[in-house]
């Protein structure tokens, strides 16, 4: 008897497939009434101008609440992959499995939201396995632009699924192992059933590049600046910080670190033996008394985060840092998309104070990609060899090139599946055999909520057309015994109408509103709110071409 009857083996991407970020993905195992699973990932993306007051979003994980989950294995430490733990496990509670630089940042995380003494976190060592029912996961050593990055080769009882996480080719990485490419081949020569796979540079050609070749760039430039220097880079990317310090301290500058992340990440780092024969750093503190051609200022808020080191310096709300005529600003980090507005006005307001700009545009080769490029892809595809090609971690443009580019390499089979998609990958050719719930949550004012949630869309309808408030009482008849006071936020007024003008005007629609309600319909004040709400936006129309939110308060005597 075929013990492996009715069992099948699937792929789920509830995150990261469409969007570059927010990854959370599951792989199942037996029976479709009776699968075990196992989770990789469980990441955040970030809020942006259509979801105001939401900074982090998580992919939302209602169909795998109450199915037996063996482990959540993690890949890496970035904040789309490991973000949207504090906020998930509660929902998909399983153990977690790690290696040690990640699973230091993940204890950070669970003691933050204050599940650390609830959830049991599993270190695993480097190249380390682990035994999950169906599933044997064995770590393997890959290179990208954080420490001890890890793709997973997960062996099942019908088939191998090499899970690459994020990756790059980097033979000269600074910080951490080469790729192990004694593994992946031999994982080929033993046979992949499917290769789960980075897309997001998959329209780039050529390599990423070398952190080497970064940390000598960062070093030739460095060198030859004078006054204070800030280096704004992924506080993540320890390789490049390491870069960082060491260029500084060859310049004869010591170092102080700027915004909590790099003060995270540095004793994770150091946790785990890394950054161990550097100077100390200085506090903000103590390095504003030092000479400017002495120090170095490693930050954080490349992107132009708003409250990050790097825009409180440039806006002089900083209270150790200050920078000016003379002075150098370097961006070692790329452009995430989305970003480029925030970035270029962090960079302009420090230009404004003098401060030279210095980016991988004018300065090449100061920043690499940690992503794969396509001669990367095509060489771990001739590695790996799997059998069936799943592109993921991309837009859907970037997972649709990765497909062709996999059937150029002679891979037999690809598919191509969207967030809740689940994929069949054996037994039998590899399909998409059902859509599960799927979608977002939003964390807003510390609470996850819907997607669609009403206070989103109400946010978005202020933000975009105003809010006017209408307060007036009545007495037992329905007549108005106060004034009516309108008032207004986010609508305009000018010299030929000042808003007080308005506003009084409004005040008066809403009196022949009022007054012409008659009987039954005065003493509900559902229908007094509405016949109001309905006059103030058609009124507001004429006025502005804009349909603010109306809230009525009505006081009854």
Known sequence: ??????????????????????????????????????VVDVGVTFGDPSTPGVDVIV?????????????????????DHIGALGWLWPRIKAPLY???????????????????????????????????????????????????PNGLAIKTPLGTVLHTGDWKIDNDPVVGERTDIETIQRLGDEGVLAMVCDSTNVFVDGVAGS???????LAELISGLKGR???????????????????????????????????????????????????????????????????????????????????????????FIKLGR??????????????????????????????????????????????????ELRQMYQWARPRIAVPTHGMRRHIAEHALLAKDMQVPETVTPRNG?????????????????????????????????TALRERRHAASNGVLVVSFALDKRGKIVSDIDVRAIGLPGDEDQPLGDILDDLAERVEQTVRGLKGAALEDELVVEQAVARTLKKASQGVWSRRPIVETVVLRL
């Open 1 to 38: 008897m075929n013990k492996n009857k009715d069992n099948e083996l699937v792929f789920l991407p509830l995150g990261g497939s469409n969007e570059i970020g927010m990854n959370l993905n599951a792989y199942g195992y037996g029976p479709a009434d009776d699968r075990e699973w196992i």
């Open 59 to 79: 992919p939302d994980p209602v169909y795998l609440e109450g199915e037996n989950i063996r482990g959540i294995v993690l890949t890496h430490a970035h904040e």
């Open 98 to 148: 790690a290696t040690p630089f990640t699973a230091y940042l993940i204890r950070e995380k669970l003691r933050d939201a204050g599940l650390l003494d609830q959830v049991t976190l599993h270190e695993v060592p480097l190249g380390g396995t682990i035994d999950l029912g169906p599933f044997q996961v064995e770590m393997v050593t890959i290179t990208h632009s954080i420490a001890e």
């Open 211 to 217: 952190e080497g070749e970064v940390r000598e760039a």
């Open 229 to 319: 220097i800030a280096v704004g880079c992924f506080a993540s990317n320890v390789a490049r910080m390491d870069s960082v310090i060491r260029a500084a301290e060859a310049a004869g500058r010591r170092v102080a670190l700027a915004g909590r992340s790099m003060h995270r990440i540095t004793a994770a780092a150091k946790s785990v033996g890394m950054l161990s024969d550097i100077k100390p750093f200085l506090s903000e503190d103590e390095a504003r008394h030092w000479p400017g051609e002495q120090i170095l200022y490693l930050c954080t808020g490349s992107q132009g985060e708003a409250r990050a080191a790097l825009s409180r310096v440039a806006d002089g709300s900083h209270p």
């Open 326 to 375: 003379g002075d150098h600003c370097i961006f070692s980090s790329r452009v995430i998309p989305g970003n480029e507005l925030s970035i270029g006005r962090l960079q302009d307001t420090l230009s404004e104070r003098g401060v030279r700009i210095h980016t991988e545009k004018d300065t090449p080769g100061i920043h690499v990609s940690g992503h794969p490029c396509r001669d």
């Open 421 to 453: 998609d689940m994929v069949r990958l054996a037994p039998g050719p590899a399909a998409i055999i059902d859509e599960v719930p799927s979608g977002r949550l939003f964390v807003d004012g510390g609470m996850l909520v819907e997607e669609a949630g």
